[in-house]
């Protein structure tokens, strides 16, 4: 059984810094890019970060570049998401996503539950 558990939401001055991790079980975890999404009400789900299954390359939301950093251990079989100067707009609850390439018409991904990130004085 797939699971993708995200912890390290709370509540967070604006400012502040938080890390997220996620912990993959049952798959092959050094196989699968991993993704943070973040979704408020009402709206869509949208790309915070992305990083290759080797870890060599990452990729940001334009509105979290130079203050978010995406990294992984696979021998933790874990994602992060460091969040630094955290502003009110970056409340949101954020998913982990395991994705794999299978074939050139079959993808396979799975999601966490998400986490609750709350900015606010």
């Known amino acids: 059984q797939v699971q993708l558990v995200e912890s390290g939401g709370g509540l967070v001055q604006p400012g502040g810094s938080l890390r997220l991790s996620c912990v993959a079980s049952?798959?092959?975890?050094?196989?699968?890019?991993m993704f943070w999404y973040r979704q408020t009400p009402g709206k869509e789900r949208d790309l915070v970060a992305y990083?290759?299954?080797?870890?060599?390359?990452?990729d940001y939301g334009d509105s979290v570049k130079g203050r978010f950093t995406i990294s992984r251990n696979s021998d933790k079989n874990t994602v992060y998401l460091q969040m630094n100067n955290l502003k009110p707009e970056d409340t949101a609850v954020y998913y982990c996503?395991?994705?794999?390439?299978?074939?050139?018409?079959?993808?396979?991904?799975?999601w966490g539950q998400g986490t609750q990130v709350t900015v606010s004085s």
């Open positions: 996503k395991a994705d794999r390439i299978i074939t050139v018409w079959k993808r396979e991904e799975f």
């Open positions: 049952g798959i092959s975890f050094s196989r699968y890019a």
């Open positions: 990083i290759t299954e080797s870890g060599g390359s990452t």
